[in-house]
């Protein structure tokens, strides 16, 4: 769920202690309300660099680190954490308002971003594990290497193409298909549609939240970001452009 605290705020927060210790029934309206107001007030936020796009610069690669986190940018740049469920709508608005900004910065080569996915909205999803195959799915697309194209993956999964909390989701066809529509090879397609890295993309999560409870403790949400183990502020509608200073 989502509890915005500014016009401007795409977070906290899907909340991963919310979740647990709420009843099933209450989860539900609480889930929906919040998505619903999130997306009322995010509709009224100005879209940072909008009409840019994902990244665009062909020497901008993509590289899946040992430990799960995807690593998009130029060498040498500043690297900011991006912690975030597939499934998350506080993600999703955080992709709306800054995705494009961010794409900009990393073409400039002022910051890289380590995307950190994490899986505990798998319940809230119709599949029950949509969290943990869309995390397969990106690993799948960044192994290929291919900056550009990851860039626009990604963004399509959090914002046109990303399902609501409760609702129904993408199979993996379907996931191999936007991975297509983002420039994604036949192999990088296979790769989602046979769930070849289901089981690396859930381990991968579960290391995720255990690096995000250690920076914030237990009651951690979604989206959350860090430089240097610093949570930023995304409140700050110039954040993007600060991490790159």
């Known amino acids: 769920m989502s509890n915005p605290t500014s016009k401007h705020t795409p977070q906290p927060v899907s909340s991963k202690t919310t979740y647990a210790l709420a009843g099933l029934a209450v989860v539900v309206v609480v889930a ?44 040498n740049a500043k690297t900011i954490d991006i912690y975030e469920d597939p499934l998350c709508p506080a993600c999703g608005q955080l992709e709306k308002i800054y995705g494009q900004e961010i794409a900009q910065q990393i073409d400039l080569g002022k910051i890289a971003v380590r995307y950190r996915l994490v899986n505990f909205l798998d319940s809230r999803s119709k599949s029950k594990d949509y969290s943990t195959r869309a995390i397969a799915a990106n690993e799948c697309v960044a192994q290929a290497g291919d900056g550009p194209v990851y860039s626009k993956f990604h963004a399509l999964l959090f914002t046109t193409e990303q399902p609501s909390e409760g609702g129904t989701d993408h199979d993996n066809k379907e996931l ?14 296979k790769c989602i549609t046979a769930g070849e890295r289901t089981d690396t993309g859930r381990a991968h999560a579960e290391a995720s939240i255990k690096a995000l409870e250690e920076l914030v403790g237990k009651k951690w949400g979604t989206p959350s970001v860090f430089i240097d183990g610093k949570k930023i502020d995304v409140n700050n509608k110039t954040w993007v452009l600060d991490a790159g200073k």
């Open 32 to 75: 929906i309300v919040a998505a619903l107001y999130l997306w009322n007030r995010g509709g009224g936020d100005e879209v940072r660099n909008d009409g840019y796009g994902p990244v665009r610069d062909p020497g901008v690669s993509v590289a899946l680190d040992s430990d799960g986190a995807i690593v998009l940018g130029k060498p």
């Open 176 to 189: 191999a298909a936007i991975a297509k529509q983002a420039g994604a090879s036949d192999d990088v397609a």
